[in-house]
């Protein structure tokens, strides 16, 4: 079974991914392309307490959810909400 890694607060979540401490502790902002991921964490599963939206673009493809195709072309925005 995998560990789970309990992101609880912001300052956390920049350990985590090798990033500096934010500069706020209740809002940060984050370029992937920054993050270094140590080896500790890459067999784990991640449990947020805080929220997160992230936006990827440049995804290639089409998704299917139920009946419908989704074109994700221009990018996609996540929402994840704490739980």
């Not at 995998?2 to 956390?12: L, M, P």
């Not at 964490?41 to 449990?47: A, G, I, P, Q, V």
């Amino acid at each position: 079974m995998r560990d789970i890694q309990n992101i609880k607060t912001i300052s956390i979540f920049h350990k985590t991914k090798g990033l500096p401490e934010p500069e706020h502790p209740l809002i940060s902002i984050v370029n992937y392309a920054d993050v270094h991921v140590s080896t500790e964490y890459l067999d784990k599963s991640w449990s947020f307490e805080i929220y997160c939206m992230a936006i990827k673009r440049n995804i290639p493809g089409k998704f299917r959810y139920g009946q419908q195709e989704y074109d994700f072309d221009e990018g996609v925005m996540f929402f994840i909400s704490p739980g």
